[in-house]
């Protein structure tokens, strides 16, 4: 992504949002030279989505470069619905960056938090391939993968549709394992959380030991 166009995400957010009755786009960023605009957009609950202000964008934004758009605190939160740990100590370009590698390289931490209905809408992406939007009805509650910045949306108001997008690293990195969550979540089993992963895991290398 060329510096322009990052620098062009990077003004998007403005502080002091208060809950607003319908969303409302906080801040356009000019449409310098053709570039495409996006818009941060508040929810009346303390959930946000990333809206694009057209289809003309390609999916290979890095993830980083998304959740920069939001502010830091933002992105803490996503860290800690995610169960991943991100220091509260670094500056906010850092602390995306650290989140967007610890998302990108634990990918059941996502998968673990989506149910039936998304992990299928994950198919659909991971099936289309890059630059493909999927197009879904409008709905009152957001998507995680919105509420996760994992997806940029295009809102097509006449048609009462969003149109998603989502960057090729968050796709690769999800299809890496997201056919077994999604056959579990067909078949109605439970999924094992990340810490109870760890914790098969743990007893298996004690085990190992022993032996």
Request: charged share 25%; with cysteine.
């Amino acid at each position: 992504m060329n510096s322009s166009f990052r620098g062009a995400l990077m003004r998007l957010y403005l502080g002091g949002m208060s809950k607003l009755d319908t969303y409302k786009a906080l801040k356009k960023v000019p449409n310098n030279g053709g570039m495409p605009q996006i818009e941060y957009l508040q929810h009346p609950q303390p959930i946000t989505m990333i809206t694009i202000s057209d289809t003309h964008f390609k999916s290979d934004i890095a993830l980083a470069d998304i959740l920069a758009v939001k502010t830091k605190a933002d992105i803490l939160k996503i860290c800690d619905k995610l169960d991943l740990y991100v220091s509260p100590n670094l500056k906010k370009d850092e602390t995306a960056r650290r989140a967007a590698q610890e998302i990108q390289h634990h990918p059941i931490h996502v998968l673990s938090q989506l149910c039936k209905s998304e992990l299928q809408l994950l198919d659909k992406f991971v099936k289309a391939g890059a630059n493909q939007y999927i197009v879904v009805k409008q709905r009152k509650t957001l998507y995680k993968l919105q509420k996760f910045a994992m997806v940029l949306t295009y809102e097509d108001y006449e048609r009462n549709e969003w149109h998603l997008l989502m960057p090729d690293c968050v796709r690769e990195s999800l299809a890496t394992s997201y056919h077994a969550y999604l056959q579990m979540a067909e078949k109605g089993v439970k999924f094992p959380s990340p810490k109870e992963l760890r914790a098969i895991a743990f007893m298996q290398h004690l085990m190992d030991d022993k032996e």
